[in-house]
């Protein structure tokens, strides 16, 4: 357990930096530095890429405008599955991107975004600053020349709309669903046909039968596709991303010769807009889904037989990933125990809390 | 509600300037600047005084040194309860303190902390940025010349040790119970007596049965008292303090003469340093609840009547403070229909997850 991620992370960018020595201190303290961050989304995901410019304001904000940051959503510079790559080639110092986007490069780098059946996002946001991740994923992305930062967190996802219901596992068969990353993977092999369809073509594919069913992220942006005029069956818990980690990426060069202060700046700044996007999701997403509700949206709970085969499926899977790739071995073991322990001390403390209160939500109402 | 917190607090902070006028912007933009900072809390409490030293670090590690915050545990300069007076009377510029601590000046400021049955962590950080409560408590606060910052959370926390099981509402009658604030007064009207003693006298009243039961905080820190030695059973949840947020709060006049970008480094810190809190509090609650346990300590729930009752008598108590507080009558009116909204995504979303989760834990660990 590191408790000190401070002096690991400059540990480990100065451990890191093949071949590039650590820049001295340099005597003036904030020089004029503008730096360019490419986005993996889109602008009209305001509350993600709303969290790259949050980011690049509160910098500025703290350095008199000395640091600047120019944000680029998707497709601007780069198409937004090649965040990363522009910052292992140098042509950007800096990206907003979900690392489980690469998981072609490595799978590892699911467990910095969300590992499906992971823990929530205050135990990811633990697991990563205090239990070992921030080191094992910087351990991967160090192959990419690149450091990341934890900055966003979107809290459980939906499981998205489908067009007839999922009663039980047979269910699946066949079921062709707009879905990506290892949670396409782990239901593929319950006979699920994972599709992967650009955000702007679900819509018509879903209307005609192309596609039986499609998720996207939480209602806030859900309702944006509309997607649940033309499938009413609205699933949840999104299983295969509890608590997704968003990250600001840096090429580890670039990262290196920045002046300390603000290399902590960029730090304090990271939790702050992490803060900013669950924050203020949690506050979009309830009045969303009440709206949806309101226009036909059916809220359907995936069955726990349904639930318990998808989470074998995925321990099947990981097992047979960790025995051909030993950072993903490092991962799992780093996380499976951290998950198992404090889910513990969760079901005491919060969950217990939890479990109250929205037992008597309604009499509150009515109150 | 206010999604742009940062325009908030800068209007704010300019507005409740009684008789200040604010500093134009100076040409240096990185002055060396002392504070002292005060907190309510002794230096045992290491992840709650240390959120205030992790703080004061990240501050000065942003500004190159030039903005430096000394921290005080309680009682080096004023005793922890007179905290926000040592600020309203400028003979510290900032402390570090649980507002409710002060709902003998104006019980509204319980909601800033933790309202009896309030929303959790998480809900609690949304409503004070994006959901009214920092403009409603800061508006509170301006007559104590204070504002103040949201900087840590506890996370829902522990009931508390008992020597004797209370299984149903009439154990609580007679009842010598070590609590303070709402909570104490909400148990009062159930027949409990509240005791008010120190943390360190909290051990022998309770090994010799002068009183009955005692809550503190959470694992981590309630174990260093010892408690379960004494009294075996440990109860969940602590519903005084479902997700206690504790503030840096700072003199009005001290903090509208800040050059603006130590303003936004302070907000920023702030971020960081409240995230450390619960971030650590999330690895360290986990272990220690098990070490407990292996001790003898025998974990109770209270009983959904017990619940209900304290509810009840929480909701009678807020309808006559609201009667007699426009204040108080604001933040209830704020407070209870946010919490009404968002527990129903919270429900949907991180409840239903985090109810698989725990079902399978214990797979997980087989497996």
């Known amino acids: 357990m590191t408790l000190k991620r401070r002096q ?21 303290s904030q020089p004029e530095i503008k730096w360019r ?21 509160y910098v500025a904000e703290a350095t008199d405008n000395k640091f600047q940051i120019q944000t680029f959503s998707a497709g601007e510079i780069v198409p937004g599955l090649q965040a990363l790559d522009a910052v292992t080639s140098g042509s950007v110092e800096a990206c907003q991107t979900p690392l489980n986007f690469y998981l072609g490069k490595d799978p590892t780098l699911s467990f910095a975004t969300a590992l499906p059946f992971g823990p929530n996002a205050r135990l990811q946001y ?3 600053h205090f239990g070992g991740g921030a080191e094992i994923i910087n351990g991967v992305l160090a ?8 900055s966003g967190n979107s809290g459980t996802q939906m499981g998205g709309f489908f067009r007839k219901e999922i009663k039980e596992v047979d269910d699946l068969k066949g079921l062709k669903f707009r879905i990506a990353g290892l949670g396409g993977q782990v239901l593929a092999r319950l006979g699920v046909v994972p599709q ?28 944006k596709l509309g997607l649940h005029k033309v499938a009413k069956y609205y699933y949840y818990p999104g299983w295969w991303e509890g608590g997704a980690m968003l990250h600001f990426a840096v090429g580890l060069d670039y990262w290196n010769k920045l002046p300390k ?8 700044a990271c939790d702050a807009s992490n803060n900013w996007m669950l924050g203020r999701y ?4 309830g009045a969303a889904l ?8 059916e809220l359907r709970g995936f069955s726990q037989p349904v639930m318990e085969a998808c989470f074998d499926a995925a321990q099947k899977l990981y097992g047979e990933l960790a025995a051909n790739n030993a950072n993903f071995k490092k991962a799992l073991d780093s996380m499976v125990p951290f998950r198992t322990e404090h889910y513990q001390w969760w079901q005491v403390g919060e969950y217990s809390y939890d479990t109250f209160m929205i037992r008597m939500r309604n009499k509150v109402t009515a109150g």
């Open 196 to 223: 992967i369809i650009a955000g702007g073509d679900v819509y018509p594919a879903l209307e005609k039968g192309t596609i039986d069913a499609a998720e996207f992220v939480s209602p806030y942006d859900d309702e």
């Open 8 to 28: 690991f992370i400059q540990a480990a960018a100065a451990s890191l930096a093949t071949g590039s020595i650590a820049a001295p201190a340099i005597a003036q």
């Open 37 to 57: 961050m490419t986005s993996s989304f889109p602008k009209q995901l305001d509350n993600i890429y709303g969290t790259a410019q949050t980011f690049a304001k």
């Open 126 to 128: 633990s697991w990563w």
């Open 143 to 150: 192959n990419f020349k690149a450091i990341a930062f934890a």
């Open 261 to 268: 202060n603000y290399q902590h700046i960029w730090l304090q």
């Open 282 to 285: 949690d506050v979009l997403n």
């Open 290 to 297: 009440k709206r949806m509700i309101g226009q036909g949206a």
